[in-house]
């Protein structure tokens, strides 16, 4: 007992696998112009999502990568190789998360402008898109799939 309560601090959870597979109907996405390192260390993609807090441990470390640069990124589990599709209008596109979104639910994600307008090119209403289908993936590329 004594050796689980000292290790205790030094595990990470894993609050992303829980989520995965598991579609989410109802949801909404909108759209951010953020530039930069994203939540993960990550640079934030032409073609990236921003998920919610509540998919990241707030106990997480930063920790040096392999990167040409060397630059620390946050070792957590949604941060290494997830990403969200995204159904909407006919349309699925699937995009890698690398950064946080503060205000969104798990059923909402926030996108990078030029994902954002690939699924919705009308701008949706105010930049809010809705009744979409959310669904959290393993993952290692962007995708995009359009059924017309």
Do not use: M
């Amino acid at each position: 007992l004594y050796l689980l309560a000292v290790l205790a601090p030094f595990i990470i959870a894993d609050l992303i696998t829980p989520q995965l597979n598991k579609p989410i109907s109802g949801g909404e996405f909108t759209f951010t112009g953020a530039t930069g390192r994203g939540a993960c260390g990550l640079d934030i993609g032409n073609l990236s999502a921003g998920v919610s807090s509540s998919l990241f441990d707030s106990s997480s470390q930063w920790v040096p990568s392999d990167l040409p640069d060397g630059r620390y990124i946050l070792d957590d589990p949604v941060c290494k190789g997830i990403c969200v599709q995204i159904e909407y209008k006919g349309s699925t596109a699937v995009f890698p998360v690398d950064n946080e979104c503060a205000a969104c639910d798990i059923d909402h994600v926030n996108l990078s402008t030029e994902a954002f307008l690939i699924l919705e090119p009308a701008g949706g209403n105010n930049g809010l898109a809705t009744n979409a289908t959310i669904t959290y993936l393993f993952c290692n590329s962007t995708t995009v799939t359009t059924n017309c």
